[in-house]
Every structure is written in structure tokens, then in C-alpha cells.
């Protein structure tokens, strides 16, 4: 799915890697669903090659529906 940058209407870049100064573990988005399930995922990023606006998103957001 084609994302356009909320800043200045360009097509933005998808699937660029998000990473965390310093951090060995990174960046995950998690929901606790019940008492032993829960959903995660890693966050990906879209970058604005115009005026370098970044949004995160992830791939299998479905799956965080209650």
C-alpha cells in the first residue's frame, strides 16, 4: 500500500529498518490478550525523501484486533 507523507503529499519510501542508538533490543510493539496470549510485532518506518518527515507502522496490524 502506497503511504503519502502527511507534511508535503510525496510518495514516501516504505520498509526502512528502525534501530535504537546504544539499545541491543530495538523497538516492539506489543497487546497482552488474555492470560498467556499476546501479540507483538516490530515497528518499520516510511521515510519522506522531499522533506524527511518519518512514520512508523507495522506489517501485521490485524493481528492487534481484540
Given amino acids: 500500500m502506497r503511504k503519502i ?4 503529499q510525496t510518495e ?5 529498518k528502525v534501530n535504537v542508538q546504544g539499545g541491543m533490543n ?3 510493539i506489543s497487546q ?3 492470560l498467556f496470549n499476546s ?3 516490530n515497528p518499520k518506518a516510511s521515510v519522506c525523501p522531499n522533506c ?4 512508523f ?3 501485521n496490524f490485524r493481528d ?3
Fill in 57 to 59: 507502522y507495522i506489517d
Fill in 12 to 16: 514516501m519510501i516504505d520498509d526502512c
Fill in 26 to 28: 530495538g523497538i516492539k
Fill in 64 to 66: 492487534f484486533i481484540k
Fill in 52 to 55: 524527511g518527515y518519518v512514520a
Fill in 32 to 34: 497482552k490478550k488474555g
Fill in 39 to 41: 501479540v507483538s510485532s
Fill in 5 to 8: 507523507c502527511n507534511q508535503c
